[in-house]
């Protein structure tokens, strides 16, 4: 059983929002210590890396596709990790993960993290 688990998935029309939520399964799993990232997958495509958060001081990094449209963002008992998406296009249709790392380096290589969900689609078409 994944330690994380993604919610807020849908289908809108383009130009709407979502909001993915990446939630700890177990009691005592806290976000701040781990660089945390979401990624997408659509199908017949790679792995890809949108949005991440390193550990303290917690920077960001955004995919060019999604600068100024998405935000990930950590809720204040850092329980959970949010990816707003806001003017969705129908490319931003994937499955999207959350994922952790422990490791010193922060990267967005997917084979980097080594903490998955299993994902939440989102569809946007109209």
């Known amino acids: 059983q994944s330690q994380v688990v993604e919610s807020g998935g849908g289908l809108v029309q383009p130009g709407e929002s979502l909001r993915l939520t990446c939630s700890a399964v177990?009691?005592?799993?806290?976000?701040?210590?781990?660089?945390v990232a979401w990624f997408r997958q659509a199908p017949g495509k790679e792995r890809e890396g949108v949005a991440a958060?390193?550990?303290?001081?917690?920077?960001?990094y955004y995919t060019d596709s999604v600068k100024g449209r998405f935000t990930i963002s950590e809720n204040d008992a850092r329980k959970a990790v949010y990816l707003q998406m806001d003017s969705l296009r129908p490319e931003d249709s994937a499955v999207y993960y959350c994922?952790?790392?422990?490791?010193?380096?922060?990267?967005?290589?997917?084979?980097?993290?080594?903490?998955w969900g299993q994902g939440a689609q989102v569809s946007v078409s109209s």
């Open positions: 958060m390193s550990k303290i001081p917690r920077t960001t």
């Open positions: 177990a009691s005592g799993f806290t976000f701040h210590v781990y660089h």
């Open positions: 994922a952790e790392t422990h490791r010193d380096t922060w990267s967005i290589d997917p084979s980097d993290y080594d903490i």
